[in-house]
């Protein structure tokens, strides 16, 4: 029996993502008549092969339906679901496909594959210009890929730019660079976590160190640095030292007020007079002098109570007021607080607060 192929569609390619485990398919429809034009009507058996060339050639897959109906010489079939296509069959090269049916010998000319079937090649392309959706990819030379994560195991990722100098570096030529983190709920973190040296954010400008805030690992404290160190450590906040002792301990120069006087520091000095003497002296610390300090308050005490300087006081053992007020002695670098009794019998303690100037 002569049988002729009148027309032949590749509808098209079925593509299940491989990870469906399905096998790739092409849906293929013909139509077929007896040798005078008649559709013919039955169950035939029809076999598909494909070639790497028109006529000749080698065959690279072949498939055989034992009983397709045909039914007012219409069939159709699913190429692939009986001997599945080799992955590197759809590779770019042209395939033809024959088809034979019963004993009869395969029609000629050959069917040229257009670019239907070629979409099965793309399931498992190893480049694309755009893909919406790959079940699986391959990691390239540098990004690995496992799971959902995807990662770099060295080297360095540039946004911006084609020369990256740490491990992310975003640049841009002109405008702002912002960098936004967000989350539609909870806290939004930004984690420096380091296991030896300090963690730093460390700001530039075209390149030139202006300012850093970090964490000194080897201290245990927070810093923040600009011409000098300001640090936090345990509530305590240093200006110009590493280890405040206090709430706020500063080393330096300090002003308080927009037309404050800059002055170095302040401290109390305390001293005992010596029985029967009008004054009692009181020793300037290392770097104090005449000029740079500043006697902000003196007292002495007279039984339980303390009288401070510039006021009247009258000593239990007096019959009179007496002022109170000081000196600074510039010779031997001390200041002298004058009281006025020497007769006192016991010694009296006596304390000022001064303040060293800048």
């Known amino acids: 029996m002569r049988t002729l192929l009148i027309a032949a569609l590749l509808l098209g390619a079925v593509v299940p993502r491989i990870a469906q485990g399905a096998p790739e398919l092409i849906n293929y429809q013909g139509e077929l008549r007896d040798s005078a034009g008649n559709p013919l009507d039955g169950t035939y058996g029809i076999t598909f092969t494909i070639y790497n060339q028109e006529a000749d050639g080698t065959v690279l897959w072949t498939e055989t339906y034992r009983g397709v109906q045909v039914k007012d010489g219409r069939f159709h079939v699913l190429l692939g679901s009986i001997s599945p296509f080799p992955e590197e069959l759809f590779d770019g090269d042209s395939r033809w496909l024959g088809i034979g049916v019963g004993s009869d010998p395969e029609m000629m000319p050959r069917s040229r594959i257009t670019s239907v079937a070629y979409a099965i090649r793309a399931e498992k392309a190893t480049e694309a210009a755009t893909a919406a959706y790959a079940a699986t990819a391959p990691a390239d030379e540098d990004w690995d890929v496992s799971g959902s994560n995807v990662y770099l195991p060295s080297g360095n990722v540039g946004i911006g730019t084609t020369s990256p100098s740490h491990p992310l570096h975003v640049k841009k030529t002109s405008g702002n660079c912002d960098t936004k983190i967000e989350t539609d709920s909870g806290e939004v973190d930004l984690i420096l976590d380091g296991t030896a040296g300090n963690s730093t954010v460390t700001f530039q400008q075209n390149g030139s160190f202006r300012g850093s805030v970090g964490y000194d690992t080897t201290n245990g404290y927070l810093f923040l640095w600009e011409g000098g160190k300001v640090v936090v450590d345990d509530g305590k906040l240093g200006v110009g030292t590493d280890s405040p002792t206090e709430k706020l301990d500063v ?74 007020y000081y000196t600074i002695d510039t010779s031997h670098r001390r200041i002298v607080l004058y009281h006025y009794h020497p007769i006192w019998a016991q010694p009296v303690s006596c304390r000022v607060v001064v303040m060293k100037m800048k």
């Open 251 to 324: 080393q330096g120069g300090m002003k308080v007020g927009a037309n404050g006087t800059p002055f170095l520091e302040m401290r109390e000095l305390t001293a005992t007079s010596v029985a029967g003497t009008d004054s009692t002296l009181i020793p300037l610390p290392s770097g104090y002098t005449a000029d740079n300090t500043r006697v902000l308050c003196a007292e002495i005490q007279d039984g339980e109570d303390w009288y401070a300087m510039g006021r009247l006081f009258r000593p239990v053992t007096a019959s009179e007021d007496r002022p109170l």
